[in-house]
């Protein structure tokens, strides 16, 4: 039964829309940006930057105020990378995707913003914050010896009694 459902899943079609294929221009020290609006399905906001003139240019994706967990993703298209980024839009809502322009000089980069719903695997694993992850390293470790102890409590005093008549050595 459940590899039937992870077949299905896997044969779902995913749908992309193509919200912004453009190249942008951005005055120098400004910033230009697309709204991506959300208005039910959670989708996956896939950004690719190609940077064609100019040299201090950033990429950000803002989700909405309302979305749980700020995050601020960055991506400097200087860097070319083969694959777009791939920003997870669990809640509904306003996505803003902001070309930023840090230089003197004008720049120019070619955008492309796609929203891909239905994509199987779509959640992004989640890190925990440091203090909270050394938290549950050491209660995982505070547990691990004292099944350790416990059992050593059981099994050890096996080991020390004389074994029933009739046996063999063990040699």
Same mark, same amino acid.
Request: proline fraction near 8%; aromatic fraction near 4%; charge should be positive.
């Given at each position: 039964m459940i590899r039937l459902l992870a077949l299905l899943l896997a044969a779902a079609p995913v749908q992309r829309v193509v919200l912004v294929d453009e190249t942008v221009r951005v005055p120098p020290r400004?910033?230009?940006?697309v709204t991506a609006v959300l208005q039910q399905e959670r989708a996956v906001i896939e950004v690719s930057c190609r940077l064609v003139e100019g040299d201090e240019v950033l990429v950000v994706v803002l989700p909405p105020p309302g979305a749980g967990a700020r995050r601020v993703v960055y991506m400097d298209p200087s860097k070319p990378r083969d694959h777009p980024y791939r920003y997870l839009a669990a809640a509904p809502g306003e996505y803003q995707i902001v070309v930023d322009n840090k230089g003197d000089s004008p720049a120019q980069a070619v955008l492309k913003v796609t929203l891909a719903f239905g994509v199987p695997g779509a959640a992004e694993p &989640?890190?925990? #914050?440091p203090r909270r992850r050394s938290v549950? &390293?050491? &209660?995982?470790?505070l547990f691990l010896a004292a099944v350790?102890?416990?059992?050593?409590?059981?099994? &050890? #005093?096996l080991f020390r009694r004389p074994p029933p008549p009739g046996l063999p050595p063990l040699s």
């Open positions: 400004s910033a230009k940006g &989640l890190t925990l #914050p549950v &390293l050491g &209660l995982s470790l350790g102890w416990v059992s050593a409590r059981r099994i &050890l #005093p």
